[in-house]
């Protein structure tokens, strides 16, 4: 019998986690499968719980369950614990080991596979939500020279800059605040775009060369990066790579086994694509 894993949302049915991991089963030789499962909104722990009994092996966890999972979770790594929210869960002896790669994943697509290091970099970070609390240490753990994160409700910001200026200096507040200030990486975490609006950045804010980085994925050009070109961007790149790497440090978690993602990332380019 191969291992079982499975991705765990509601939604499911769009997920793109299935492919993925059949393209990295396969390139590693891995004797697994993957599945999606849509889980009833409360209903998440008692899906999990059937899961295990049936012999599931690992689990990744999206939408809109990822704090779900940290509270199931009976061992959380430092990422996970910082995070407060786990997208990666691996069972084994009766224990539910919980981590978040979401980090991992876009720093290691940013350094990576755009070739863009962290480390002086002034970096903007745009949200305040579960995708923006996910990445913050992993982007300080690179040594960025100063994190600002901007949010349309800007003392969400600055408690969630707080919470990590035990680890380097971080500083929150609103779009407004942003004036007069320039960014080498400006990383779209909100979902702005999901609701058609354009955020309000001052002009001015793109550096000479700046990199502009959206968590947000689709057909074509997003509008917080189509935004960003006609503000200055340099270069622009959407969340695709992310999705995939964080993907990869998951498979890495439960199998030790590190997959090429090129291959698998301009498959999915491509689809995008047609
Ligand atoms: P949350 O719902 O937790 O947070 C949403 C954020 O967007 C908040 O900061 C919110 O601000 C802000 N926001 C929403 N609407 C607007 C608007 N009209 N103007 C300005 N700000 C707005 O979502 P997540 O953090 O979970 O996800 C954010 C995005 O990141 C999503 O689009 C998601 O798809 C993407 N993502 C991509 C991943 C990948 O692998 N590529 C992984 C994880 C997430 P406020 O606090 O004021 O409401």
Redesign the pocket.
Known sequence: MPDLYAVFGNPIAHSKSPAIHASFAASTSQDMVYEARLAPLDGFAPAIAEFVAAGGKGANVT?PFKEDAFRLATRLSDRAARAGAVNTLAFADGEVFGDNT?GA??VRDITLNLGYSLNGRRILL?????????VIAPLLAEKPAALFIA???AE?AVKLAEDFSDIAPVNGGSFADLAGKSFDLLIN???????G?S?PLPPGLFAPGALAYD???GKGETPFLLQAREQGAARGAD??G??VE?AAEAFFVWRAVRPQTAPVLADLRAKLAG
């Open positions: 939408v979401d994943g876009l745009l949200g305040a939500g579960g995708a923006s609390r996910g949010n349309r409700s969400k975490a909100t979902s702005a775009s999901l609701a609006a955020l968590m947000m994925y969340g695709l992310m999705l964080q």
